[in-house]
């Protein structure tokens, strides 16, 4: 296993860590408004599944346009989901990040990314990877905040403990 799809293990364990963490609490605290990035924790994971999931079109060749037009609308569906939902979509879509890993020949290969935010740059798919995991960390990081101005403690999902939970 190649060090980015080690990454991507990382940003998927992270992501069900957190779930876990979740699951453990009243059912509410998903739809429980707060004053932060995402109005609810709910919001904030099904922007990362969409996110995650529209990177990964553009990781099959998509073009980022199309990409975005196909899977934004998936933060609205996933609002409500429950935790148990969330944990489901997250693993089923880890396994075309795995699929993709295992048919990559070339990571340093470089793609032209149309992002209609930004503009066109020449990119890495080792670069999109890694903005895969940032992602993922960063609002990870949002919602352990959210989960602290709602009155619980989040749950310890650095890198590091994934090396030993790992080995496990």
Known sequence: MNHLEKMYDYNAWATQTLLGRIKELPTSVLQQEVNTSFPTIGEAFAHIYAVEKCWLQVLNGISMPKALEVCLPLQQDFLRY???EF??????????FKLWFQ???ELEQTIELENPYAGTRSTQLSEIVLQVVNHGTYHRGNVSTMLRQLGYAST?????????????
């Open 87 to 96: 944990a489901i979509a997250f693993h089923e879509l880890a396994e075309p």
């Open 82 to 84: 429950s935790v148990d």
């Open 103 to 105: 048919q990559q020949d």
């Open 156 to 168: 310890m999902n650095d890198y590091s403990l994934f090396w030993y939970q790992e080995a496990e």
